[in-house]
């Protein structure tokens, strides 16, 4: 099967929907412990939880699509990065560490599949929230989670802009630059939010805009991205052009490090964009 026909496949989507609340079951086993916390190369924590988590997804993966190159987060971290090709899967097993650590809930398992560039399906999974978001072209929704099973399914569809624009912005990452940047939207509003669940707030209509002037990877955007561009909206950086994957031998930066990076609900937002003062990159 190639990767057109998983994009756009109910059941493998569902598969991978399975896989992530097999993986948020473990995290929250973690979650329920005086879990120990550690520090990888980068000075950015890790548990446990990451790793289980990951175990289960990566098994999950190899036998639902073998022919798939998977990269991981942790796998990455530990040196195991494999060849990729015109499409792979990207794994962030607990995206959001440390509103894992801060006990707040808001962190995810994030799974997404790429395709030549672009990721093309995602899920979203926030285990302590009891909630999950997934998407591929044509069907993307937000469900309740009781247990490994889901409840309350509902579609969603990000919403057309209308002043006062709402702001979604990072709980443990905000910065400077960002609040500069948003002087172009007088009166907004703003709200915080912990890990990829920014992107699902797009997606779902109750946010317009998230502007990241920060460090993330690929692994920790790619699942939002595909259920935002799935509810109709767009990821661009900031010279307007599409948010892309499998980024690799970077000038500048590490492989599948992200620029700096907006994401729109509603991409009649994003007109002009390359134009706007200040579209700083990283």
């Not at 990721?119 to 285990?127: Q, R």
């Not at 072209?137 to 309350?152: M, N, R, S």
């Not at 002009?272 to 990159?281: C, E, H, I």
Request: hydrophobic share 45%.
């Amino acid at each position: 099967m190639n990767a057109a026909v998983f994009s756009r496949n109910e059941e493998f989507l569902s598969a991978l929907v399975r896989l992530a609340l097999r993986a948020g079951r473990v995290v929250m086993d973690v979650y329920a412990t005086e879990f120990a916390v550690s520090e990888k190369g980068d000075r950015s924590p890790v548990t446990e939880a990451d790793r289980r988590a990951e175990a289960v997804i990566l098994e999950g993966l190899q036998v639902l699509a073998p022919e798939i190159p998977v990269v991981a987060e942790e796998e990455y971290a530990a040196g195991r990065v494999p060849e990729i090709g015109g499409w792979f899967f990207l794994v962030d097993p607990l995206d959001g560490t440390r509103e894992f650590l801060a006990r707040n809930g808001e962190f995810t398992v994030n799974i997404a599949l790429v395709e030549n560039g672009l990721p093309t399906v995602g899920v979203v999974h926030a285990p302590a929230l009891e909630l999950l978001y997934a998407g591929q072209p044509g069907h993307v929704f937000k469900a309740k989670v009781d247990g490994e099973t889901l409840a309350d399914t509902v579609a969603i569809s990000a919403r057309a802009a209308a002043p006062p624009l709402q702001v979604v912005g990072s709980r443990s990452h905000g910065s400077p630059q960002t609040a500069e940047w948003l002087r172009r939207f007088p009166g907004h509003g703003f709200v915080s939010a912990g890990s990829s669940l920014k992107f699902c707030l797009l997606a779902e209509g109750a946010a317009d805009v998230y502007p990241r002037h920060g460090r993330t990877m690929e692994w920790d955007t790619a699942a939002g991205d595909a259920i935002l561009r799935a509810a109709g909206g767009t990821v661009l950086t900031f010279d307007g052009a599409p948010l892309r994957y499998g980024k690799r031998a970077q000038a500048e930066d590490t492989d599948f490090a992200n620029p700096y990076f907006v994401a729109f609900g509603d991409p009649a937002l994003a007109v002009g964009l390359a134009r706007l003062p200040d579209a700083a990159t990283s």
